[in-house]
């Protein structure tokens, strides 16, 4: 039929689960209300917001005991990987931000001020989450290790040491080349500087991508027992609060200093004028967002599993 | 102190929720999707989306209120279930009470007698804003 690989693509807003179960159906429907024609936009829009609804509900055939406890896991490492996002969109921040109040009159630094220390107990909030995690799930990565479980996550685990590996010596040798610099030269005015600056960066992030895949191989199959399972699905919807916490006083600050210091986000210096949205902060805001998106997603269904497995 | 009612199904809401239509429909029989959609409009006068049309027949699923019968798989039937049954019920008995209180309030019977009879009722009284 004409229209039904269009219709099929209408799926790809609903969890697996929930298309194996019903997909077929609502692809019959829409044939059945729409044949040839184009999906009206209103349509479109019921389908991706039934859709995110599923994700949120974490809905579809109703999973067993065994199935609960793998929604509040996979949940959770929704989480982690979010918190993955997180952690290179506010590293560009924190860059970006960097002297900010040296530029800010002394009587409007208060809220930014306040903003940007939201921002910075959030990220150690959520940081030391993420560590709690980490540690609960220890002895059980021990004792997967010790039953053979290393040839199951060999291959991630190995290549997030040698990007991570690479990653650091990066970050030696460039600072040791930091040191033999003057401050102009530093700041962008030798063009090598800042290119090996620029593929640390990208090093850092590559770094942070294959660990956290690592972590997630490393999890996935992991047999937690419930009670740490428990916790870590309280632990990922700590650290999805912790993200709400970060992007809205990452908003504030945004919003403060464009009202107060406009200057900041262009060249520094009083008086002058500048856009008060530089491409930085909207690459760093839009990867807070979509990043807090899948944890919001993560969390809720970690939310609506975590009930049921304590009454398992 | 509130008159007690019927512990209707919580999350079935009110009369133009998708819910509550969709049991309306299958109590008459079984349906599937595009049926249901059908029935709706025609005796509801609500087109429901077909995003909000499968969600809401996921929940009645996820509650036992309405099950899939034997069938094609891509246009599967659905009838309401034993529960589904009581939850319609409670839910059409608090609809009705609250009807008949409207209807007492607006003294709606003493409207339509006088339409019969032809008596003029005060100016004003009956009239729809």
Known sequence: ????????????????????????????????????????????????????????????????????????????????????????????????????????????????????????????????????????????????????????????????????????????????WAHHLGPQQRQGALWPYAGAGAFWALAVVASIATCSAAAVAATRYLHLPLRVLRLEGTLAVMATVAMVAILAGTLVWWGALAASAPWFFGSGVVGSSASPVPPAMILCGSLMALALIAAVLGAGRVARSLTRVSAD | ??????????????????????????????????????????FAGVTLGPGTLYGAITRLEERGLIEATAGDSRRRPYRITADGRAALAAVVRDMRAIADEGAARLRLRVLARDMITGHQPAPGFGRAR
């Open chain 2, 1 to 42: 102190m509130p008159r007690r009612r019927s512990q209707p199904d919580q999350a079935l809401g009110r009369s133009n929720e998708p819910g509550v239509l969709i049991l309306t429909s299958l109590a008459s029989g079984p349906m599937h999707g595009y049926a249901l959609a059908k029935d709706i409009e025609e």
């Open chain 1, 1 to 176: 039929m004409k229209g039904h690989s269009r219709f099929e693509r209408s799926l790809r807003w609903y969890p697996m689960d929930w298309r194996n179960r019903y997909g077929d159906e609502l692809v019959a429907l829409l044939e059945d209300t729409y044949g040839d024609r184009p999906l009206p936009l209103r349509c479109r829009l019921s389908l991706v917001r039934a859709g995110a609804g599923e994700w949120l509900s974490g809905s579809g055939a109703e999973p067993d005991r065994d199935g609960r406890r793998q929604q509040v896991r996979s949940g959770s490492l929704l989480v982690l990987c979010a918190w993955s996002v997180f952690v290179v969109a506010g590293a560009g921040f924190a860059k970006f931000a960097e002297h900010w109040d040296a530029v800010t009159p002394p009587t409007d630094r208060r809220l930014p001020a306040a903003a940007f220390g939201a921002v910075q107990g959030a990220a150690l909030a959520g940081a030391v989450l993420v560590l709690v995690g980490a540690a609960v799930s220890l002895p059980a990565f021990v004792r997967s290790m010790r039953q053979g479980g290393w040839a199951t996550i060999r291959l991630p685990v190995l290549r997030a040491v040698a990007v991570t590996s690479v990653t650091v010596l990066l970050t030696i040798g460039l600072v040791a």
